[in-house]
């Protein structure tokens, strides 16, 4: 993964978080205790949530960098993938239902199941949902759209990559989306 340098526009607030990220190799990857999977080209998304210290400014933060110590199932992945954009929303606890909403994406499939869900209250099958190749970088906001965006608890922040440090413009276009 590229690393960004910005300055961070999250909140310090606690609560739930996306990513969404491409894939530009394909290839087989080792992620932590898991086999090797085989992850084609294209667009994932990752959910999680930011209930520690420094809430989704730090967690979102981490996430933005490459540990040089793989920690999460994602820092796995991190050095061969590239960050899009992320969404968050202060104070709810909606990573199962965000990752439950694109799972169920006519164009969704689960590349590893169990990744991101190891501690999964609600025994998710993933928070890692794969998109395949929908149209280029752009694509990970229709897919907030079309599927976030619908949620009680939908996202209400948005930063994008391609805004070098800024807050980016919500990529939805109807309520309850806000951004």
């Known amino acids: 993964m590229k690393k960004i340098t910005v300055a961070l526009p999250f909140p ?3 609560g739930t978080y996306f990513l969404a990220f491409s894939l530009e190799k394909p290839g087989e990857y080792r992620v932590g205790r898991f086999p090797p999977v085989f992850l084609p080209e294209g667009l994932y998304f ?5 209930w520690g210290r420094g809430g989704l400014r730090a967690r979102l933060g981490y996430h933005l ?3 040089a110590h793989p920690h999460w199932h994602l820092d796995w992945l991190k050095p061969y993938l ?13 990573e199962c ?7 169920v994406h006519p164009q969704a499939s689960i590349p590893l199941p169990g990744f991101g869900a190891s501690d ?3 025994q998710c099958s ?8 929908m149209g280029g970088h752009h694509a990970w906001r229709k897919i907030v759209e079309e599927t976030l965006a619908k949620l009680l608890d939908a996202p209400a922040g948005f930063w994008s990559s391609d805004i070098a ?3 980016d413009q919500s990529p939805c276009s109807r309520p309850p989306c806000t951004g």
């Open 12 to 14: 310090d607030e606690p």
């Open 46 to 50: 990752y959910t999680g949530s930011a």
């Open 65 to 67: 960098s490459v540990p």
């Open 82 to 94: 590239t960050l899009l954009g992320a969404g968050w929303r202060e104070g709810v606890h909606a």
């Open 97 to 103: 239902d965000w990752a439950q909403a694109l799972i």
């Open 120 to 122: 999964c209250s609600r």
């Open 126 to 133: 993933a928070h890692w949902v794969f998109f395949g190749t």
């Open 165 to 167: 440090g800024s807050m």
